[in-house]
């Protein structure tokens, strides 16, 4: 029994220090939302759109849109961190629009203020693309 103390005690050291808490999609994110996003940079901003789902770490839990460019696909579960905001992870895999868009870049959600704080980036590119959306 004190082995097992000391096992739950150890684990909730080890999620306080790293800021992993949860591995399933929080509820305040769960649901369909949309918004304006831009590019650092530039001043015309797109739209997004993103499904997400309760699902696990590894699985594919939510879908991204972006009407503008006709492209879009799926968001795999990469992380969920908890600092100031829960932040949630996802590796972009585009299904459709491929030469239209970048594939596999990483998509950064927060809940902040009522709204979906939205980043996307990729490793090796100078540019990345932020804004808020909006629960539909």
């Known amino acids: 029994m004190k082995l097992f103390k000391t096992l739950i005690l150890f684990s909730s050291v080890l999620c306080y220090s790293t800021g992993v808490f949860s591995q399933s999609i929080p509820n305040e994110v769960i649901g369909r939302w949309s918004g304006q996003v831009v590019e650092e940079g530039r001043s015309d ?42 932040e949630v992870t996802f590796l972009e895999v585009l299904s459709y629009g491929n030469e239209l868009c970048i594939d596999q870049g990483e998509v950064v959600i927060a809940r902040e203020n009522g709204r979906l704080r939205f980043q996307w980036s990729k490793s090796g590119l100078d540019f990345f693309a932020q804004g808020y959306l909006d629960r539909d």
Do not use: R
């Open 45 to 86: 901003y797109y739209t997004v759109k993103m499904q997400v789902n309760a699902g696990e770490v590894g699985s594919i839990t939510a879908t991204i849109d972006y009407p503008g460019y006709g492209c879009g696909g799926n968001l795999q579960l990469i992380e969920i961190t908890q600092a100031e905001l829960t």
